[in-house]
């Protein structure tokens, strides 16, 4: 069985690019534009990892986080930005994400937490 991904980003280019490579490297992904939507699948389906960007309108990644985070505390997230030293990130790293990851990024980075 494939391993399921979720990925939270407004920028739809994003969704698109890294959606095309996981699925063509075997892996089932759930592209998701709206954050609160994300954050509600995040909790009612099972998924092996959580991309979600930082920086997004209506809800940031940090709080996404750690919505999805209180009520599954076994989720792994990765943080996606641009801007790694935004007090944003530090704030979702502080809420138990898994890690983060710069943009622009390899996806070899994504596929290590894939292997865990």
């Known amino acids: 069985m494939a391993k399921r991904v979720l990925i939270i980003d407004d920028e739809e ?3 698109d ?3 095309t490579i996981l699925e ?3 892996y089932e992904i759930t592209p998701c534009m709206n954050p609160s939507e994300g954050a ?3 909790v009612s389906e099972p998924f092996d990892l959580i ?3 930082l920086r997004m309108p209506l809800k940031n990644g940090a709080e996404v986080s750690a919505d999805i985070l209180k009520q599954r505390p076994d989720a792994k997230i990765l943080i996606i930005t641009a801007y790694p030293n935004d007090p944003l990130a530090a704030k979702a790293l502080a809420s138990g994400v898994s890690g983060l990851i710069k943009k ?3 996806i070899a980075k994504i596929l290590e937490y894939l292997k865990e």
């Open 51 to 53: 991309l979600c960007d």
């Open 13 to 15: 280019m994003v969704l």
């Open 40 to 42: 509600l699948r995040a």
């Open 17 to 19: 690019a890294v959606t």
């Open 104 to 106: 622009p990024f390899e």
């Open 24 to 26: 063509d490297l075997g």
